[in-house]
């Protein structure tokens, strides 16, 4: 048998928004895009990592599939809106399922920083407006809660129940806390995409400092996956509508990006909307409803799109100082952000049985694949590099 040699090179891949597959002998060294887990003897890089070596194939049996895979899901909770005396509902969600159980700690907590940092950007996105960061006291404006949330395999939500104390305090305005997140157990935190710590922030309107008119208060923004079919837009209405007159609420959707995601596409990801929603007498609460459409691509980020609702016969609110007026003239906006359900597209790297060539040309080794689409380009780093096979000597080649 003659010794088969390869050039030693390296090389860099990029692909984009496709499946593809790529032919090579090779060394994979990095993967920018994709996340890539560790699998038999594969060791997973950093995007800047050690050389990743691929499993020696055997020249004459057949070779089984190394998949290099990703499956962490994101944890997410969704902002709330209520009424003081009332309750609020957080929804504690995995993108995915994940395949072993991850106990989440959920706690009432102060609004971190880094969600305040969050909305300032939102407010200087123009006219997405931001509710006031009042804090909420523990027992005083809430009752405490902190709990395990056990994501069993095949649980993609848990709702928390948090009840508002209604008081007899004038002119709180609205107030806000948060529902804290983090796991506590390192190997289950190593299960997810995002195991730092995630808020979902509560308002809580006011029933002793409203005005003689009712209002209708939104919160700044909303969030769902796209595979939960609909993103909701609850609101809160207070004083109570009097009877004997027609109150409605118009909106309208509209593209929206740059505030931590990418723009969202309607009729791709979203179905747009315009409509009017009639508002009954006695009504305390409600949401508005957008349709999501669910796709097979991996975006990487948020996708955001904008709802904005006015009326010529209703107070809208965000609370927002010194803008009353621009609020009732021109409504308000709430952002949108759909989260990605889909994994990470990972690579399936297919050793082939090496056998002598019947030419001088070089011999197929191993064939790449990226098991989904992606939107965001995927890049590679992989080596072919000299490797003799079979028992000759090089003088031999």
Partial sequence: MKNVNTIFRTTYKTFYSCLFALVFSMTLISCDGIDLASTGSIVPPNPVGPVVPVVPVDPVDPVDPI????NKPTLSVNPVIGLEGTTVTFEVRLSHAATKTINVRAFTDYVSFSSILSKMKQKAYGDVRILSEKLAGSDDDYSSVDKVLPFLPGVTKIEVVVSLIDDDVKKEGIESFALSLEVEDEDEAALLSNPDDQQ??????????????????FPPSSVATENQGSIK??????????????????????????????????????TPKRGREQLRAGQTHGEISIDLLDDDMYEGQDQQFKLHISSNNVGLDQEVSGREADKQANGITVLLNIRDDEEKPYLIVKPRPLTEPSTNTNLVAATVELSGPSEAPVTIQYTA??????????ADA
């Fill in 385 to 394: 590099r000299d490797e003799a096979i079979g028992e000759a000597k090089a």
């Fill in 233 to 270: 837009i609850p609101y809160v209405i207070y004083p109570r509508l009097p009877r004997g007159t027609t109150f409605t609420l118009n909106y309208a959707t509209s593209p929206a990006g740059g505030v931590g995601g990418s723009y969202a596409k309607a009729k791709s990801d979203y």
């Fill in 67 to 70: 998949i290099i895979k990703s």
């Fill in 200 to 217: 979902g922030v509560a308002y809580i309107v006011d029933k002793d400092t409203a005005t003689p008119e009712p209002k209708v208060y």
